[in-house]
């Protein structure tokens, strides 16, 4: 079974830095790849997917994603973080484009000035 | 159409008793999903319908578990003789078809004492 590994609990960035958070994934061929935001109280978010083709993926908010499968990673990064960027990020696989997703255990994010 | 919908936002019970919760997806959906998300972790996959079949279920989903989708619109997740284990976050998505976004209610906390 696939299972998704997001190395980092809680990270804190301040206001203006670059955002790297972390995902690894466990199957034996590649993935659907999502990540996933959630504030507080609130659903989740897509902010962004890959299935194939290039390796670097664009999303909302400024986020963009790097699939490398010879790490089995699929890293979030933002290059100029905001404050109401602040709220936890999952990292999800699904085997295909229709089969439910697996999360990992997400990622808090905290912005400081 | 305003997204997908979850109904109550809270909920707190009594050990023992049985509660149900609504998911009202976004109206061309076809495909909804059950997951259960408790402190600190990543959503999990209860249930998945397509249209009003349900097609698969988690082993995270006992017997005091059942889920409905009537005409394949909204779905109902009922949880008998409730236990404080179940307090959790009950998370709805709907998607409309393969590899397209999953979009997330709010949820529907629930609380048992």
């Known amino acids: 079974a696939q299972s998704v590994t997001q190395p980092d609990i809680h990270i804190t960035v301040s206001e203006g830095a670059s955002l790297e958070l972390r995902c690894n994934y466990s199957?034996?061929?590649?993935?659907?790849l999502f990540w996933y935001v959630q504030s507080p109280g609130q659903g989740l978010q897509l902010l962004l997917k890959?299935?194939?083709?290039?390796?670097l993926v664009q999303g909302i908010k400024g986020f963009e994603a790097e699939f490398k499968r010879s790490q089995s990673s699929f890293n979030l990064r933002k290059p100029s973080v905001h404050w109401s960027d602040a709220a936890e990020y999952f990292c999800a696989v699904a085997i295909t484009g229709n089969t439910p997703l697996v999360f990992g255990k997400g990622t808090r994010l905290s912005v400081i000035a | 159409d305003t997204g997908v919908s979850q109904d109550p936002r809270h909920k707190i019970t009594k050990r023992g008793q049985n509660v149900t919760f609504r998911c009202d997806p976004i109206?061309?959906?076809?495909?909804l999903y059950w997951y259960r998300q408790t402190l600190g972790q990543g959503p999990e996959f209860l249930t998945y319908?397509?249209?009003?079949?349900?097609?698969?279920k988690s082993r995270l989903l006992s017997d005091r578990f059942s889920a409905e989708r009537p005409k394949g619109s909204f779905s109902t997740l009922e949880i008998q003789r409730t236990e404080q284990g179940d307090s959790a976050m009950y998370l709805c998505a709907s998607r409309q078809g393969v590899g397209t976004e999953a979009f997330f209610g709010q949820g529907t906390r629930l609380t048992v004492v």
């Open positions: 319908f397509q249209n009003e079949a349900q097609l698969e």
């Open positions: 109206s061309e959906h076809n495909r």
């Open positions: 199957y034996g061929a590649t993935p659907y």
């Open positions: 890959y299935f194939s083709g290039d390796t």
